[in-house]
Nanobody, 127 residues
Framework: VQLQASGGGLVQAGGSLRLSCAAS????????MGWFRQAPGKEREFVAA????????FYADSVKGRFTISRNNAKNSVDLQMNSLKPEDTAVYYC?????????????????????WGQGTLVTVSS
């Protein structure tokens, strides 16, 4: 499975962007799909994740209430709707997926547990 992230760009603070992650193969078998981000000079950090059924979603405290993750298994995609963007949201955003990962918070926030990664898309939020 190859993942392709898109939708990044430049937006003013308070604005919105929608990121999309398209899979070359079926994501039906991916137990968990997630988004991570990495700002310049910082480590990669967890943003959001979603279970296979979409019934379980997980968010970092910093984005809770502003970002929404969703997946469409029929379309082989997972999206991240980002509202009320802040300058501190500026980063390269990566989508990730894994077949074996269990949809529990302590598991999904760990980047090392994901086997598949997209190439990243840059989000820049101006103040």
């Amino acid at each position: 499975v190859q993942l392709q992230a898109s939708g990044g760009g430049l937006v003013q603070a308070g604005g919105s962007l929608r990121l999309s992650c398209a899979a070359s193969g079926r994501i039906f078998s991916m137990n968990v799909m997630g988004w991570f981000r990495q700002a310049p000079g910082k480590e990669r950090e967890f943003v959001a994740a979603i279970s296979w059924s979409g019934g379980s979603t997980f968010y970092a405290d910093s984005v809770k209430g502003r970002f929404t993750i969703s997946r469409n298994n029929a379309k082989n995609s997972v999206d991240l709707q980002m509202n009320s963007l802040k300058p501190e949201d500026t980063a390269v955003y990566y989508c990730a997926a894994d077949r074996e990962l269990r949809p529990h918070y302590v598991e999904v926030i760990t980047s090392d547990k994901y086997a598949y990664w997209g190439q990243g898309t840059l989000v820049t939020v101006s103040s």
